[in-house]
Nanobody, 119 residues
Framework: QVQLVESGGGLVQAGGSLRLSCAAS????????MGWFRQAPGKEREFVAR????????YYADSVKGRFTISRDNAKNTVYLQMNSLKPEDTAVYYC????????????WGQGTQVTVSS
């Protein structure tokens, strides 16, 4: 069982930056691949970024590539999402998720943190 808690959301002006954190419980964090997703009002949840269990491999949605960076610190059981050059269309609730087997559905989800980008 893994519990995930996101933090770091808030209100920022367009062009600004935020860093989201996702703290995980449990001693097996390093065995999970991690992902960030987001859901804007009236829209379906969408993939943002993912990182392999060891941190060597990352993958991004085209909409955030070059602006967002996913990273992890397995010693701290934490995954991060550094968001730069934010746009109003990045406004959403951001969720982190964990999965034990690459290619399968994510097993665990956090409660989400709100990011609002003003124009």
């Amino acid at each position: 069982q893994v519990q995930l808690v996101e933090s770091g959301g808030g209100l920022v002006q367009a062009g600004g930056s935020l860093r989201l954190s996702c703290a995980a419980s449990g001693r097996t964090f390093s065995s999970y691949a991690m992902g960030w997703f987001r859901q804007a009002p009236g829209k379906e949840r969408e993939f943002v970024a993912r990182i392999s269990s060891g941190g060597a491999y990352t993958y991004y949605a085209d909409s955030v590539k070059g602006r967002f960076t996913i990273s992890r610190d397995n010693a701290k059981n934490t995954v991060y999402l550094q968001m730069n050059s934010l746009k109003p269309e990045d406004t959403a609730v951001y969720y982190c998720a964990a999965r034990g087997i690459v290619g399968t559905a994510y097993d665990y989800w956090g409660q989400g943190t709100q990011v609002t980008v003003s124009s």
